[in-house]
């Protein structure tokens, strides 16, 4: 059967479908080729000159795609219309007697790829992917059919994938109804109140740093050249929270510490614990998890000049306090959800692992 070369720019069509009916639901991509709700501050935006993304459309950005060593494009699959930033291209496989779209999205779900668009990127001074370069590109296809035979199975994972990611959601759906339940039949009490601030310095005897992220769980952090006795030590069943871009980011990044072994933080976070035995520290933290905390979070960071939030308004923050036997039936759904949640996560990491693979194997079998 063998396999016939393309040119990218001869196989798409660009779409420039501008927003003149009221769309609202802002997306942006990111660099794992995701549709992602944007975190900017869409108030006073102009709607109507953003792209529209429907079913089977593609986004593109070649910013950066040198820097990040990553091809910033992605297949929308859902029915629901969504928008984009102009600055993004917009463009749908129009060559369809050539190529599945999903198969050419499948083309660039790879490292290779992005390594392709990292050495094409090398002539332009912001290290961008340039439009008309990408579409230079030439990429080898082989036959419809071999190509509908790959897609099938790769459809079928992702549709095992997203089966499992909806009976997630209903999961999520069951804690959120409860502790909604709570902030209303239970008592509250400010967290100023049931919490203490730790400030333990590190003795250098702890060498890796770790900071907290937005999904609101530690990681390796670089501290090249710090002082690293400054630093902040944080033990088990404490909690590290970065308060300086609550506003920017409209999400308070805070974890648990869960392990034995000390970590040790910035010298800039707020490091606390809880004072009150009668709270559980895995139920204070899924309160402070919730997406309601966070836009309250950042409605009380709003005076910051900086964006940041003051220890004094995050004190501020209500935390029901149903009795311990509620909030451990209420933590045990928590941590099934969180560990379903991590597991969807890895079947989709597995899932772009085995994508390159099957394009491998549809090129050799064309070959054949």
């Known amino acids: 059967m063998g396999l016939t070369k393309h040119k990218i720019g001869s196989l798409i069509s660009v779409v420039d479908e501008r927003n003149y009916n009221g769309i609202r639901e802002f997306y942006g991509i990111n660099i794992n080729k995701e549709f992602i709700p944007t975190v900017a501050n869409i108030n006073n935006l102009d709607e109507k000159k953003y792209k529209v993304v429907r079913k089977n459309r593609f986004v593109y950005s070649g910013m950066q795609t040198g820097r990040d060593e990553c091809i910033r494009l992605s297949m929308y699959t859902r029915e629901e219309l969504i928008i984009v930033s102009p600055a993004y291209i917009t463009f749908e496989v129009t060559a369809t007697d050539k190529v599945i779209p999903l198969y050419f999205f499948m083309l660039f779900l790879s490292k290779e790829k992005d390594r392709m ?175 309601e905390t966070d836009r309250y979070a950042w409605f009380l960071s709003d005076t910051n000049v900086r964006s940041g939030m003051e220890k004094k308004r995050f004190c501020e923050i209500e935390i029901p306090i149903p009795d311990i036997q509620k909030q451990k039936a209420l933590v045990e759904i928590y941590n099934v959800y969180t560990t379903r949640r991590d597991i969807n996560e890895k079947l989709k990491t597995q899932i772009n692992v085995l994508c390159p693979i099957l394009i491998k194997g549809s090129l050799e079998e064309a070959n054949v």
Request: hydrophobic share 40%; proline share 3%.
């Open 117 to 291: 668009g990292w050495f094409y990127s090398d002539g332009s001074i912001r290290a961008n992917l340039e439009w008309d370069v990408f579409c230079d590109i030439e990429i080898n296809l082989p036959s419809i059919n071999v190509q509908r035979k790959y897609v099938d199975i790769y459809n079928a994972m992702v549709t095992n994938q997203q089966s499992y990611e909806r009976g997630l959601e209903d999961l999520k759906i069951s804690f959120d109804v409860i502790i909604e339940k709570f902030k209303y039949s239970e008592k509250r009490a400010l967290l100023g109140n049931v919490i203490e601030e730790v400030d333990i310095r590190n003795n250098n005897a702890i060498l890796t740093v770790h900071g907290v992220n937005k999904e609101k769980k530690f990681m390796p952090s670089v501290a090249n050249g710090a002082d690293l006795s400054k630093y902040k030590m944080v033990s088990k069943g404490q909690f590290a929270c970065n308060l300086m871009h609550v506003g920017r980011d409209v999400a308070v990044p805070i974890a648990l510490q869960k392990e034995d072994k000390p970590i040790i933080v910035s010298p800039a976070y707020f490091v606390f614990k809880l004072i009150s035995d009668r709270i559980l520290p895995e139920y204070a933290m899924m309160w402070l998890s919730r997406d």
